[in-house]
Structure formats: structure tokens, C-alpha cells
């Protein structure tokens, strides 16, 4: 009987140590200063709640990102991005509100605020300057502009995409 359980006991310890260095890369939570202040390192991912009091950098965030400028780099933002200025690199799928949003990546949702970026755009944008690389969705405001696949290259009021 106990050398059964030896094999067993072995195989749960190479699978827990296996996977430590998975769980070591996401954090629930977050709280920045700058980086390296930080609960997180920036090639952490952050899964539940992250604040950044000056400036915060991270791969991915989910549900919720406050702060002055929120940055997110490879993976993805989803859910509410809060800020001066949110940037993203990968791809976002939520709502990112800020005076300025730059999205490097894809882009799935709404992005409201001053001046807005997208990359590939799809959902809306609701700003006084949109401009969209390629746009799959909708722009609202002063100044509309779709470099690839919009109804028009500049427009006023509103611009979409073509399918």
C-alpha cells in the first residue's frame, strides 16, 4: 500500500512545482506607483483589480484598470480601463474611457474620450478625434478618420466601416 502512494505523491509534486511558474506570472491585484513600485512586475499579468497612481505596466488586465496612464502590452485588456491615458498593445475588449486611448492592437468595444486610436478598430469610438488604421465598427465626433475600409477616409459627425 505504501509504495503506491510514493509514485502518486511524486507525480502531485512535479505537477504543482510544474505549474508555479504559470501562476507566478498572474497576479489578482496591483498597485503601482511607477514601475518597478509596484505589487506586480510589468511582465506580470494582472486578473482582477489594478491602480496605477502615476503609471502602470503590465501584459494583460481583466475587469478592472484605474489609474493616470494604464499601459498593457502584449495580452489582453478586458473590462473597464479607467484613466488620463490608457494604452494597449495587444488586444482590448471592453470599455476604455480616458482623455486619451491608444490602442496598438485590436480593439472590440467602446473607446470614449478626447482623442482615440485604433489599430483595427471594432465597436465604437465616441471622441472629438477618432482614427482608426482599419475600422470594423462605428465613430462618433468632430473629426472621423478611417485610414483602411471606412465609408469615408475624413468625416464629420460620424464614420463606419465598410463590410
Known amino acids: 500500500m505504501n ?11 512535479v505537477s504543482v512545482l510544474g505549474a508555479t511558474p504559470a501562476l ?12 518597478p513600485i ?3 512586475k510589468p511582465e506580470d499579468s494582472v486578473t482582477a483589480f489594478r491602480i496605477n497612481l502615476i503609471y502602470g505596466k503590465n501584459t494583460a488586465t481583466k475587469i478592472v484598470d484605474l489609474g493616470l496612464v494604464n499601459h498593457t502590452t502584449t495580452g489582453l ?7 488620463a491615458v490608457n494604452i494597449t498593445e495587444g ?3 471592453g470599455l ?8 496598438k492592437g485590436t480593439t472590440n468595444g ?11 478598430g471594432g465597436g465604437l469610438q465616441l471622441a472629438l478625434l477618432n482614427y482608426a ?6 465613430q462618433v465626433g468632430a473629426i472621423n478618420i478611417i485610414k483602411k475600409g471606412g465609408m469615408f477616409p475624413v468625416m464629420i459627425i460620424a464614420n463606419w466601416g465598410k463590410k
Open 133 to 138: 488604421e482599419e475600422m470594423h465598427g462605428v
Open 3 to 13: 509504495t503506491m502512494r510514493l509514485p502518486a505523491w511524486f507525480v502531485l509534486c
Open 91 to 93: 488586444q482590448l475588449s
Open 110 to 120: 467602446l473607446q470614449w474620450g478626447a482623442i482615440n486610436y485604433a489599430r483595427t
Open 96 to 103: 476604455q474611457l480616458a482623455a486619451l486611448n491608444l490602442d
Open 24 to 35: 507566478a506570472a498572474e497576479k489578482p491585484v496591483n498597485i503601482s506607483l511607477f514601475p
Open 38 to 40: 509596484a505589487l506586480a
Open 77 to 83: 485588456a478586458s473590462g473597464l480601463q479607467w484613466g
